[in-house]
């Protein structure tokens, strides 16, 4: 498949390209004005077009949405030769980029103002499908176009890396490397399957982690969370007969004959012996404050009002009375306070008890009135629920490692699968079968070092994880030690341009691409390493029916050299005398 012709229905400069060689040229032609900028006249901008009627799908920062106001109405026109040797014209619009026509022909045609199409406005989705269906190759066929297709439009973003594009820097291995794999003429499917089998084994890994996170388990603690379960289990069955045997009738007629029968004749005794002490302990309080009283004086002034005698005798047997009176009621003052000690602690205890027997009576009156009325029931209630629950949650930690357990037979299985992989990539890279990688390589060599006069290597190699790393470096002689060359802007970009071109000639005679657009090729280079590169080139597009495109600027090409290049061969001009001279005549 080459290019054959580029054309719009508004300002843009139509390309007609050339079967071999092709220049894209961009000339300065006033050297002296500092605002005139040769950079700037779209031959970079030539490939978003290209590639935009190859049908990449149009995205916010292409240029046809960046600056839509400017490219509305615009209709673009490819025409491509196929390897069938058919002319297959793509038709598409920036206003309605989803609605693709095809139109087939058997020489190079302008279809400007063709009406008849052979697939008008198809789905963009559709048109992907029936464009890798006309390009009909022989190789890749797993793989639609538009994976390999830019390996072959190389802007500048994409020399950073040899096997890696720029659109596949931020997304993971698995989008570029298989197919890398592929086209170097291994095994694709084995680097997907590695790469599928370590997401798994990752995902397996990631879910034993978050099973044992939420459950808090251990895998070593099954046979211990087994007791733990059987435990709980007999206190469960435990409970459970409690609640099962709990008689309400015959709990509450024992309560009632508790209150009547013990607690209420308790305190009426209580009450009773509690009235007789303090009785007892007032009436010795008020015998202690009384004194028994002997006055003569007041006893002989009685006499004397009688008239009665009161002899000296009796005045004498009164005073002994007086004092054994006296002595009398030391004695019974002592023991009245003694009585009032004993009474006091005794009515002390008795209340005591009331207060006891009381609260006790309190209790039975408000189990026998509460509606819930027992609270031991309800509490076995809330132990066994809570005993359940612990069951179920011991329940859920084995069943959680009885997960674990498959989870990790699983990903055994899966890292057993995964081993056998890795070591068929490495068979397949020992092996001698391929015959595609060994003439990729040997073509690569040959056109760096023709251009450099320096080998240069392409070799894989496994990592440590078993992926598969490419590599390209600047050899010396013996093509084993690595030299800082290959690190090199100008280097670099020679080597994917190498490899590209190794690509093409290694299919060359399969159904497959034969053009390459490599912008700024020359652009760093010595000019004996131009000189070189030119010379490498024609010589491979002739040799193996290949279309090479690159853009330069002017002064980047030698004049001895410039004036080799046939009308032809340069298939685009572009100049920095103003609007005129650029890809859409005008700015942007």
């Known amino acids: 498949m080459k290019l054959s012709q580029l054309y719009a229905n508004k300002n843009f400069k139509n390309i007609v390209f050339n079967d071999g060689l092709n220049l894209v040229l961009a000339q300065v032609t006033k050297k002296l004005d500092l605002n005139k900028d040769s950079h700037n006249l779209g031959k970079t901008t030539l490939i978003a077009v290209i590639d935009f009627m190859l049908l990449k799908e149009l995205k916010e920062e292409h240029i046809f949405k960046t600056y839509q106001e400017k490219f509305a109405g615009y209709i ?12 297959l014209t793509i038709k598409r619009l920036v206003d309605t980029p989803t609605k693709i026509s095809f139109k087939t022909t058997k020489v190079p045609s302008n279809h400007l103002n063709e009406e008849s ?40 973003k994409d020399y950073n890396d040899v096997f890696q594009l720029s659109k596949f820097s931020k997304g993971q291995d698995i989008y570029w490397k298989p197919f890398m794999f592929d086209l170097l003429g291994f095994n694709g499917n084995l680097l997907t399957s590695k790469y599928e089998t370590d ?31 059987e435990l709980k289990k007999i206190e469960q069955k435990d409970l459970q ?22 607690v209420e004749s308790r305190i009426s005794e209580l009450n009773s012996a509690e009235y007789n002490l303090e009785f007892d302990l007032e009436k ?26 009161f002899p000296d005798n009796l005045v004498k047997d009164y005073k002994s009375l007086e004092e054994f009176n006296k002595r009398i009621t030391e004695e019974r003052n002592k023991y009245l306070e003694e009585k009032i000690v004993t009474l006091t602690k005794q009515l002390k205890d008795i209340r005591v008890a009331l207060l006891k027997y009381d609260n006790k009576r309190n209790q039975i009156l408000s189990v026998l009135k509460d509606k819930d009325s027992f609270k031991k029931f309800k509490s076995y209630q809330i132990d066994l629920t809570t005993v359940e629950g612990e069951i179920s949650r011991l329940d859920e930690k084995l069943k959680s490692i009885d997960k674990i357990a498959v989870l990790n037979e699983t990903t055994n299985k899966l890292s057993e699968s995964l ?16 015959k595609i990688y060994p003439e990729i390589r040997r073509i690569f060599h040959n056109i760096f070092k023709y251009i450099f006069n320096a080998p240069a290597i392409i070799f894989m190699r496994q990592n440590g994880q078993g992926n598969i ?28 341009i190498s490899f590209d071109l190794a690509v093409l000639v290694a299919y060359h005679k399969n159904s497959f691409y034969r053009f390459v657009y490599h912008d700024g090729a020359l652009e760093g280079l010595d ?35 410039l004036k080799t290049f046939t009308e032809k061969e340069i298939c685009l001009t572009l100049n920095d005398s103003g609007d005129e001279g650029k890809l859409f005549e005008f700015s942007f």
């Open 419 to 434: 081993e056998a992989v890795v070591k068929e990539i490495k068979s397949q890279i020992s092996s001698s079968d391929n």
């Open 469 to 496: 790393e490419f590599k390209v470096e600047v050899t010396r002689e013996n093509e084993v030690d690595i030299t800082a060359e290959g690190k090199g802007n100008t280097y670099q970009k020679m080597l994917c």
């Open 241 to 262: 007969e409690e609640i099962d045997n709990f008689n309400f009738y015959q709990q509450e007629r024992k309560l009632n004959k508790e209150l009547v029968e013990d």
């Open 199 to 229: 997401n798994q084994i990752s995902e397996q890994k990631s879910f034993i982690n978050k099973i044992k996170n939420q459950f808090s388990v251990d895998t070593e603690e099954q046979d211990k969370i087994k007791g733990a379960i």
């Open 284 to 309: 010795t309080k008020q015998s202690f404050s009384q004194n028994i009283s002997f006055d003569i004086d007041q006893l002989k002034r009685i006499y004397a009002e009688a008239e009665i005698f």
């Open 527 to 561: 000019n004996r390493k131009k000189v070189n590169f030119i010379t490498v080139i024609r010589r491979y597009c002739v040799e193996n029916n290949l279309q090479y495109i690159f853009t330069s600027i002017e002064h980047d090409i030698p004049a001895e050299m």
């Open 117 to 156: 199409w052979d697939m008008p406005n198809i789905t963009f989705e559709k048109a992907v499908t029936t464009l890798n269906e006309y390009l009909a190759f022989d190789v890749l066929s797993q793989w639609q176009y538009r994976k390999s297709v830019t390996y072959f439009l190389r802007s500048q």
């Open 76 to 87: 673009f026109y490819l025409e491509i030769l196929l390897n069938s040797g058919e002319y």
